[in-house]
């Protein structure tokens, strides 16, 4: 089992930067892939990235040169450095260690 607790979510103007941060309990999250996934209103929940054990990254096209995600296994935390930020970012922002564990999620919300 993990537990996963997202935070850092806000409201930001374009063109901001936010970083957000999820934190994992309950097992060895050394050895899970982590991924950010993101939900706008109206829309299916889409994935932002992903970062494996190993380290390597992976980015959505949207995302790609704007957002970046680390993971620090000491603190077992995985965050999403985000820059650049449009409205289309919107939405509610969630980490999910592959395959089942979710968390609650966190709102970013890019308006002026």
């Known amino acids: 089992q993990v537990q996963l607790v997202e935070s850092g979510g806000g409201l930001v103007q374009p063109g901001g930067s936010l970083r957000l941060s999820c934190a994992a309990s309950?097992?060895?999250?050394?050895?899970?892939?982590m991924e950010w996934y993101r939900q706008a209103p109206g829309k299916q929940r889409e994935l932002v990235a992903i970062i494996t054990k190993g380290g390597s990254t992976i980015y959505a096209e949207p995302v790609k040169g704007r957002f970046t995600i680390s993971r620090d296994n000491a603190k077992n935390t995985v965050y999403l450095q985000m820059t650049s930020l449009k409205p289309e970012d919107t939405a509610v922002y969630y980490c999910h260690a592959h395959p089942n564990y979710w968390g609650q999620g966190t709102q970013v919300t890019v308006s002026s």
């Open positions: 309950g097992s060895d999250f050394r050895f899970y892939d």
